[in-house]
């Protein structure tokens, strides 16, 4: 994932300071960088309250994702952004092995979806007859 940042030369006297662009850009980005962990922190937040709900269960990816934007308040102007974000740090911190170590894990079949791997139940072996 990219993003574009626009930041805007400091002039003096006519003349880019490059040192005080530099610092400017550095401040900026510092400041996006710290609102965007808040805003994980607070959509990990929300992820999580919809599974202590669904304690132990697995929740189809949509069903969360509107679950998650439900808590978030979604409205019509920023929810494919807040969409894609939710989304972004579900998948991210998913893997498809309850061994990764990741903190969310998906599977298949009935019953699958997105569950947390504290939360679920030990796999049962299947038997072969």
Do not use: C, W
Request: charged share 25%; net charge neutral; hydrophobic share 35%.
């Amino acid at each position: 994932m990219e993003i574009t940042m626009a930041t805007y030369a400091v002039v003096e006297n006519g003349m880019v300071n490059v040192d005080a662009t530099v610092e400017k850009f550095e401040r900026d980005l510092n400041a996006y960088v710290a609102a965007r962990e808040t805003e994980s922190s607070t959509i990990g937040q929300h992820v999580d309250a919809v599974f202590e709900q669904y304690h132990g269960q697995h929740v189809k990816m949509p069903t969360l994702l509107t679950m998650v934007l439900n808590r978030l308040n979604v409205q019509p102007e920023n929810y494919t952004t807040l969409k894609e974000r939710v989304e972004f740090y579900v998948r991210s911190n998913t893997s498809s092995s309850r061994d990764s170590g990741k903190k969310f894990v998906t599977e298949k079949g009935k019953g699958g979806g997105v569950g947390v791997v504290a939360h679920l139940p030990p796999k049962t072996p299947k038997t072969s007859k």
